[in-house]
Nanobody, 128 residues
Framework: QVQLVESGGGLAQAGGSLRLSCAAS????????MGWFRQLPGKHRDFAEF???????????RYADSVKGRFAISRDTGKNTGFLQMDNLKPEDTAIYYC??????????????????WGQGTQVTVSS
C-alpha cells in the first residue's frame, strides 16, 4: 500500500522560505510523476491547484505561473522523498499543500483527478 506523508509546513512571514517534504513508502517514488498541489481556503481538494510537478521518465519539471521562479521541486531517490522549496513566500501562498503521485502515464498530469495517491496535507500560512 502506497503512503505519502508530508512535513515542513507552518507559519512564515512574507518574503520567507519553507521547505516541504513528501516521504513515500510502499512503492518506489521515482517511478511516478510527483505533483504538488494546494487547496485554497473554501475550496475542496478535488479543485486543488497544481503548482509543481516532476516527471518519472525524463525528470521534466513544470510549475504554475504563480510560483515560477519562487518554488523548486526535487526528489531524493535514495530516500524515496520529494521536496518543494518555497522561497519569497507571499500571503496568497497560504493554503493546504499536498503531494501526490501518479503511476503509468507517459505525460505528467496537472489535474488532481489523475493522481493515484495523496498525502494528508500540510498547512502553510504566510503572514504579511
Amino acid at each position: 500500500q502506497v503512503q505519502l506523508v508530508e512535513s515542513g509546513g507552518g507559519l512564515a512571514q512574507a518574503g520567507g522560505s519553507l521547505r516541504l517534504s513528501c516521504a513515500a513508502s510502499g512503492r518506489t517514488f521515482t517511478d511516478s510523476h510527483m505533483g504538488w498541489f494546494r487547496q485554497l481556503p473554501g475550496k475542496h481538494r478535488d479543485f486543488a491547484e497544481f503548482i509543481a510537478g516532476i516527471g518519472w521518465n525524463d525528470g521534466e519539471t513544470r510549475y504554475a505561473d504563480s510560483v515560477k521562479g519562487r518554488f523548486a521541486i526535487s526528489r531524493d531517490t535514495g530516500k524515496n522523498t520529494g521536496f518543494l522549496q518555497m522561497d519569497n513566500l507571499k500571503p496568497e501562498d497560504t493554503a493546504i499543500y499536498y503531494c501526490a503521485a501518479q503511476w503509468g502515464s507517459l505525460r505528467m498530469p496537472t489535474l488532481p483527478g489523475w493522481y493515484d495517491n495523496w498525502g494528508q496535507g500540510t498547512q502553510v500560512t504566510v503572514s504579511s
